[in-house]
Every structure is written in C-alpha cells, then in structure tokens.
C-alpha cells in the first residue's frame, strides 16, 4: 500500500463493537467499510449498523427463490422497525439490535428506512427498470437514503450536505450497477435501463449471456454518474467536514469511473473490479483535505 501523510497514517482507531454489523460490512461492502472508518470513532458503530442493514434488504432478492418469500422478508424488517420506534425492545438479531441502538442514540429518521425497504421491492421483480430517469429514482430511494442517515449520526443538518447526498448516492449507485452487470447476468438479472438496451439494438438474453455491455450502452450511465459527482464537488464549499466521511462514496465512485473509462466501458474488463491498493490513501486525502 502506498506511504500517506503522517497526520493520515492513523485514522481507524476502531472500537470494540457487536462483530455481527462490521463483520458483514467489512467483507460484503468493503468500500463503504473504508470510507465509514474515517468517522469519528465513537459513531462508526452507529454508521455500520446501518451499513449492516442495508445489506440485509439489498441482498433479499439474493437469498429467497421467490419474489413472494421476498415480500416477506422486507415485511419482517418493517415491523422490527414498528417494535424500535414505538419503544419495544428490539428482536434479537445480530443487526436489528445495534441499528435499534443508533435509531435511539441519533433520533434517525424512519422515513429513510421506510423509503430503502419499499425501493428494495423493485429489485424482487425481473424486468429492468424503464428509462435511466426510473433507475435513478431507484437510486435515490436506496443509495442515497443511506447516506442521508449516515449523515444523521454524524450531527449534519446543512441542507447543501443532503443535497449533495443525493447526487453521490446515485452516482455510487450507477457505477455500482455498471460494474456489478457480469454478476447481474449471472443471476438473470438486468438493471441497466430498458429504453438505452432498445435505443442501443441490444437483446436481453444477449446481455445476460455476457456478451451485449457495450459502449453504446453503459457508457450514458457513466456520463450520468460524472454529472452527478460535479454536482457534489460544486457543493464543495457548503458542505461541513463533519459531512465529508460519509460522502467519501464520490471519491470512491470518481476511481471507479476512471477505469470504466480505461477499460472503453467494458464492465467484463477484469480492470473494473480489482484490488485497488491506493484507496485508503485516497480517502484519507479526501477526509482531511475535505475533497469529496
């Protein structure tokens, strides 16, 4: 890993915390993992219970066989979620009970948590979403709703910190998606946009086979998500650095979209989805230059 600035060498003091949230995290969302370790100490618990929890409904339709015992599980988190915010004590499970913790530690909004599970239901169906507008509605609902809890936890009531939110959570969303598009296939899976495959002369069983990502098509999606990302940057200025860990997905999203780029928008490239050795670098850049 490359050498970084003294001052930045020691920024993960991390806490003896329920293993279950960071447990989960650290190994199926590495890079938010990262970027939540540049958080204040005390209040990395409370982002990775929430971390955790987004992991439980993004990978529902992962786990179940069919899109009703997926409309099940979403209901479950529903009502956990009823028992925490009308004072009953939280079920036992590894991630219900510290997320219940930070919702009564920080006061977190339930609209966010109603709107990420009822976004989730999208994902229970097969058919992609409709227009790029469609997907990043979904990506507001989802990724960008995460965020603005995360940004709860850490105090922040700027207005330009929640804007700046949205547009970072969609574009760490359509970058997401694009790299995630061979892992997609393999389930029978599409997400990227209906209109862009018809526009692009693209068949759908062409693309689950691996072989239809081309240019034509990904390549709006990550045209987008650079909109968005300048979108955040010109909100540089208003935002509070209390703000910037939990926006560190812009950077992140920002090295990703250099390779897709690199690699001519190809989310096949084995390029796309390596190792990258200088991300903890880049995000201590980010936290203590408040670059995002």
């Known amino acids: ?142 990724s960008s709703r995460l965020i603005d809890l995360e940004l709860e936890v850490l105090g922040v009531t700027a207005p330009a910190a929640f804007e700046a939110a949205r547009h970072a959570g969609v574009a760490w969303g359509l970058i997401g998606l694009v790299r995630a598009v061979p892992f997609h296939a393999a389930q029978g899976r599409i997400y990227l946009p209906a209109d862009l495959m018809a526009g692009a002369g693209i068949d759908r069983d062409v693309l689950l086979a691996g072989k239809g990502a081309s240019a034509v098509l990904v390549k709006p999606l990550v045209d987008r998500a650079a909109e968005h990302l300048m979108a955040v940057r010109r909100r540089r200025k208003e935002i509070p650095r209390k703000a910037v860990s939990a926006l560190l997905v812009a950077r992140q999203a920002a090295a990703y979209l250099r390779r897709l780029v690199q690699s001519g928008y190809d989310p096949f490239d084995p390029h796309v989805n390596a190792p990258d050795p200088g991300a903890v670098f880049r995000l201590a850049v980010g936290r203590y230059l408040a670059l995002i």
């Open 1 to 142: 890993m490359p050498s970084r600035p003294a001052e930045a060498a020691q920024p993960v003091d991390v806490q003896p915390v329920d293993p279950g949230p960071i447990d989960l995290v650290r190994r199926y969302d590495h890079d938010r993992f990262l970027a939540s370790l540049f958080a204040p100490a005390g209040l990395r618990p409370a982002i990775w219970a929430l971390l955790a929890f987004n992991l439980e409904i993004a990978r529902v339709r992962e786990v179940v066989s069919q899109p009703v015992i997926g409309q099940i599980r979403l209901q479950w988190w529903r009502d956990a979620l009823d028992e925490i915010y009308t004072g009953k004590p939280p079920r036992r499970h590894e991630v219900v009970e510290p997320l219940a913790a930070a919702i009564v530690a920080h006061g977190l909004t339930r609209t966010h948590f109603d709107t990420m599970i009822d976004g989730r239901e999208f994902d229970l169906g097969d058919e992609p979403p409709a227009s790029l507008d469609a997907l990043e509605r979904y990506l507001e609902q989802t």
